[in-house]
């Protein structure tokens, strides 16, 4: 037996007028004259204004001044005020619904404009990482806070350098515009030195000296920056930011944590020591999750934190896309409504060795 699928708001909406008009008609016959029922035929018009444009307002508008003048004849209601006075609240209610319709129309139009834009703006600021780079699968989520949103204060980037692949994951403070101008900032400055220098601290104290010259005051962003090589490590310099989570190939999960706990980027003027490197093993056949705090600090409806670590069995699906929307879709579940903070989640897969070309494919366990 085929399932059918429950009528929409829009359509129960767009049928709206024409049964509210019915049954107006129909109580008017029936109750006759004294009931005072034909005023409200002005309910359909009314009601198609909230659906449609103002052509299909004018429309009703119109059949129900028709309605009406006949419901007005039947009655012998222009014969006395009465009538005329039903017949100027249905011709008020429709200009008010037509004019409302425009209004509502340029609205739609220019909220179309905007959101545009911003796809635009993602596609520059944020753009889609490439499937492979090197020996590794690469996968991206970014689920914003804001209503509509598509992009926001988290940011992510995958460069494949002469010296090995290198990625960033960050989160700005704060939320809005400034944090997208912030976010764009510490992008921009990671491309172009992600080329450029030699090792990863140098990278880091690129991004140093870029933030800080943007930021003021005591805005700051957690970052961590990933370099991969083909010698089966990873080195990772942490500002402030969630610790990588590793994969193992026999299902088991780390979080390596640096050797010291630095600052985040735009604080380095505070007088602290940077961050140290610090490597960690990771292999073919191995998975790194790189997030925001937007990951694991999303709570349920019992305020738990989100356990990222005990949801790695979610990553298994052989295509990394696919894995990963498991992942984001579970974390969603798990906040059980809109989320709080902007969360971002790339996904690195180990799959073989050979520089910059495809490597042998390697299982995920």
Not at 131 to 148: D, N
Not at 228 to 248: C, W
Request: a negative charge.
């Amino acid at each position: 037996m085929t399932d059918r699928k429950p009528p929409s708001s829009g359509a129960v909406l767009s049928c709206t007028p024409v049964v509210v008009m019915a049954v107006v008609a129909v109580m008017d016959v029936v109750a006759g004259p004294g009931i005072g029922f034909l005023p409200l035929v002005s309910l359909g018009p009314a009601f198609a204004g909230l659906v449609g444009g103002w052509r299909r307002t004018a429309v009703f508008g119109l059949a129900a001044l028709v309605l009406c003048v006949a419901l007005g004849v039947y009655d012998g209601l222009f014969e006395e005020r009465r009538g005329y006075t039903a017949l100027a609240s249905v011709a008020g209610v429709t200009g008010v619904g037509v004019a409302a319709a425009v209004m509502r129309s340029r609205r739609e139009a220019e909220l179309a404009s905007v959101r545009s834009i911003a796809e635009v703006a993602q596609r520059v600021l944020l753009r889609p990482v490439p499937l492979t780079a090197g020996p590794l699968q690469a996968a991206v989520s970014y689920t914003s806070a804001v209503a509509e949103a598509r992009i926001g204060g988290d940011l992510y980037e995958v460069v494949a350098s002469p010296h090995g692949i290198r990625v960033i994951v960050g989160d700005v403070q704060g939320k809005g515009l400034a944090a997208v101008e912030t976010a764009a900032v510490v992008l921009g400055a990671f491309r172009e030195a992600a080329h450029d220098e030699p090792d990863l601290l140098g990278l880091g104290e690129r991004l140093e000296r870029s933030v800080a010259r943007e930021l003021e005051g005591e805005k700051f962003v957690t970052a961590i920056l990933g370099q991969i090589g083909t010698d089966g490590e990873a080195v990772f310099l942490n500002y402030g930011h969630p610790a990588p989570m590793v994969v193992r190939r026999n299902g088991t999960v780390d979080f390596p944590q640096p050797p010291s706990f630095a600052l985040p980027l735009g604080l380095g003027a505070h007088g602290s020591e940077g961050p140290e490197p610090y490597r960690v093993d990771f292999a073919p056949g191995e998975q790194l999750l790189l997030y925001t705090d937007g990951v694991t600090e999303a709570r349920d409806d019992e305020g738990r934190f989100y356990p990222v670590g005990e949801r790695a069995h979610l990553l298994k699906d052989p295509d990394a896309h696919r894995a990963l929307e498991a992942l984001r879709a579970d974390l969603a579940q798990h906040a059980g409504g809109p989320p709080h903070d902007d969360a971002a989640m790339l996904l690195l897969r180990y799959h073989g060795h050979g520089g910059h070309g495809e490597g042998k494919s390697v299982p995920i366990a």
